[in-house]
């Protein structure tokens, strides 16, 4: 690459990022109002997320192999055009299966953009601590993106309506292609490459089917027969994909990179990190908002301490790398992780803010280390040559656990709110408890013919919160198993 480019390549691949992940964060504090407007569930919501992180997940499997194959720069800026489309078709959405649809196919645009940034980096900085360097402030772009998604989206949605967060991609798609096709210079490994389309299908079925079983599970109950069905199909498809990816010339899913224990292990960490980190937008704008009653500008506002301790961590991560050692800042991130998301298994709609702020903070301070950790430890850990497949690996298994963090976590959250405002009628002497809890549940609402609907508001924020706090616990003890398992590995390598 000429080097008078570079940084300007760099800076292309930051705001193509920051786009994209800008998507992500940007529309958790919407959830409520578009809610509200298209009437939709929890489990609505849920998909509205979940399409996103579904597709983004299923579709980055093929998106190495492409660019390794077709040309990282060429199938990265198609990515960057599609995305902008499609947020075209999310913004004049009228219902809620064309918004799901919508998100889908941003999804898949989205494919094509995040692996495909680390890949770029990867060709452009050979020398390791030169690549630590530029991964550390790609991480630092994501922080920038999740700190003014919520505070850019609170406003919008409150002012000019839920719409506007998607069009606020039009102008960076622009420019991110401009600037790409002048300073980003092409590079392939057609060698290496694979394109496997019947793994593809399969891993859509398997991600689908799980995503969907898991939503059900938190509307219908775990034995409920949609339920079952979906989770058997998503075992089946699980089975036959790890069958056909063994038998497969040029996998889609490169197992033999698998064969190293720390290509595993970092992968493992990855999935843990979407699962977790990246899920807890989700959870967090709607304990602020149903749990805590705040409005969408408020909610973004309190939830800017999450992405500024991260935006003050990621650009120290290649120092902090060099001193301390790549292994210890992946076992101390996700420890972190673990332990805030824990503290907040303690939240209640009174839970003052101050005690809310320390706690996201915390999480700040943990993304800022695992994220870059992540990235850096998994592109270290497989040849340079096969840096697409390797960076598609990591961030699909991030945004499958993204996806199943959503659907679990979510179904975790609305089981306990439901549970909850069973009791609470069950207790009043209310018929039919637990159907009744289910419709308050997804209209926010008591009835005002139940006895208790004079403490319609109180009993809301306590059910949501409680939900929250479920959610919040299982996510921790996730975060802790992978700080465990990255401490254990890291162990037995030294």
Request: with cysteine; net charge positive.
């Amino acid at each position: 690459m000429i080097s008078s480019r570079r940084p300007f390549a760099v800076a292309t691949v930051y705001l193509g990022t920051f786009m994209a992940s800008l998507a992500i964060s940007i529309v958790s504090v919407a959830l409520p109002a578009i809610q509200a407007d298209l009437h939709a569930s929890l489990a609505g919501l849920q998909w509205i997320v979940g399409a996103y992180a579904l597709c983004l997940s299923a579709f980055m499997l093929s998106a190495g192999p492409l660019a390794d194959r077709y040309g990282r720069k060429r199938i990265w800026l198609g990515g960057v055009v599609l995305f902008t489309l499609t947020s075209v078709v999310c913004a004049v959405a009228s219902s809620l299966p064309v918004l799901i649809i919508g998100c889908a196919l941003q999804g898949m645009a989205g494919a094509l953009v995040i692996p495909g940034a680390l890949s770029i980096l990867t060709q452009a900085f050979p020398d390791p601590a030169e690549r630590a360097h530029v991964i550390g402030g790609w991480a630092s772009f994501n922080a920038i993106s999740l700190i003014l998604g919520p505070l850019l989206g609170g406003y919008l949605v409150d002012q000019v309506g839920w719409p506007s967060i998607f069009l606020v991609n039009l102008p960076l798609g622009v420019i991110t292609v401009l600037l790409g096709l002048w300073s980003v210079e092409e590079s392939a490994n057609p060698e290496h490459a694979a394109l496997d389309p019947v793994g593809q299908v399969l891993s859509i079925v398997f991600l689908g089917a799980l995503t969907y079983g898991l939503i059900k599970a938190g509307q219908d109950g775990w034995a409920a027969a949609p339920t079952v069905l979906a989770l058997v199909v998503a075992a089946v498809a699980l089975m036959l994909f790890i069958v056909v990816e063994r038998r497969v010339a040029r996998p889609v899913l490169p197992l033999d990179l698998f064969g190293g224990n720390d290509f595993t292990v970092y992968n493992f960490a990855s999935f843990v990190l979407g699962f977790t980190g990246y899920t807890s937008l989700f959870l967090f704008s709607l304990f602020l908002q149903n749990a805590q009653g705040w409005s969408a500008t408020q909610a973004g506002w309190r939830m800017a301490p999450v992405f500024l301790a991260m935006l003050m961590v990621s650009p120290l991560f290649g120092r902090l790398a060099a001193r301390y050692g790549m292994r210890a800042l992946l076992s101390t991130g996700y420890l972190l992780l673990g332990l805030a998301m824990l503290s907040m298994e303690q939240f209640t709609p009174a839970t003052p803010y101050g005690a809310v702020a320390a706690c996201f903070a915390l999480l700040g301070i943990a993304l800022g280390l695992a994220v870059p950790a992540t990235g850096a430890a998994v592109m270290a850990s497989a040849p340079r040559e096969r840096s697409g497949a390797a960076s598609a690996t990591m961030n699909a298994l991030r945004q499958g656990g993204m996806a199943i963090g959503i659907a679990l976590l979510g179904s975790i959250m609305n089981t306990g709110a439901v549970a909850s405002l069973a009791q609470s009628f069950a207790k009043a002497g209310s018929q039919d408890a637990i159907g009744l809890a289910v419709a308050a549940a997804q209209r926010r609402e008591i009835p005002e013919a139940l006895p208790l609907a004079s403490q319609s508001r109180h009993l809301l924020h306590t059910a949501f919160a409680q939900g929250f706090s479920r959610a919040a616990a299982a996510a921790g003890i996730l975060g802790l198993l992978a700080a465990l398992v990255l401490f254990i590995s890291g162990r037995r390598k030294s």
